[in-house]
T-cell receptor, first 115, second 112 residues
């Protein structure tokens, strides 16, 4: 009963380094997304995808890159890490098919610190 | 554009007392409204949602929420709070583009 799996759980990066946060879901969900959570700001959408080969920007996309080569995987890449990217990152997925009432399911989060 | 407000950063309630966590929303068209709970160092867990039908929605762990269209509210309630209910609660609305818009969150503390 895996659901949405994120790796790594914790990561410390130096400014300027790049890394990839992995996200995989086993529920055959079309829709996948990445959020960042910062104190007092709730969750903000970084990028999202409505199916393999389709990605789009959310509210705060700068400094991040995504791809969706398969239905299951949706990795988030930090191109050149900055201290402002210190945050908790959540991957989430849901069925799509045009029905906005579908529930979205979250991974357990990735805690990223950029020093 | 869709938006969600949670007017209280923090709600404190004594164990055994009823609790309410407030949420108001702004959407164009029919609202699809959700409540999620986040425990420390964990991801968000789905509690309940309103799509259509009965204005009182029942969810997990004894929680319920009341949809009020005229007041554009979707308050989360529980008749008797438990210490284990202490967590961060998020209200969310889903827009036509499939993306969720989350409120800033309300921290619930249930005091023994």
């Amino acid at each position: 009963n895996a659901g949405v799996t994120q790796t790594p759980k914790f990561q410390v990066l130096k400014t300027g380094q790049s890394m990839t946060l992995q996200c995989a879901q086993d529920m055959n969900h079309e829709y996948m997304s990445w959020y960042r959570q910062d104190p007092g700001m709730g969750l903000r959408l970084i990028h999202y995808s409505v199916g393999a080969g389709i990605t789009d920007q959310g509210e705060v996309p700068n400094g991040y890159n995504v791809s969706r080569s398969t239905t299951e995987d949706f990795p988030l890449r930090l191109l050149s890490a900055a201290p402002s990217q210190t945050s908790v990152y959540f991957c989430a997925s849901s069925y799509s098919t045009g029905f906005s009432g579908n529930t979205i399911y979250f991974g357990e989060g990735s805690w990223l610190t950029v020093v | 554009a869709q938006s969600v407000a949670q007017p209280e950063d923090q709600v404190n309630v004594a164990e055994g007392n009823p609790l309410t966590v407030k949420c108001t929303y702004s959407v164009s068209g029919n609202p699809y409204l959700f409540w999620y709970v986040q425990y420390p160092n964990r991801g968000l867990q789905f509690l309940l949602k309103y799509i259509t039908g009965d204005n009182l929605v029942k969810g997990s762990y004894g929680f319920e929420a009341e949809f009020n269209k005229s007041q554009t509210s979707f308050h989360l309630k529980k008749p008797s709070a438990l210490v284990s209910d202490s967590a961060l609660y998020f209200c969310a609305v889903r827009d036509f583009g499939q993306n969720f818009v989350f409120g800033p969150g309300t921290r619930l503390s249930v005091l023994p």
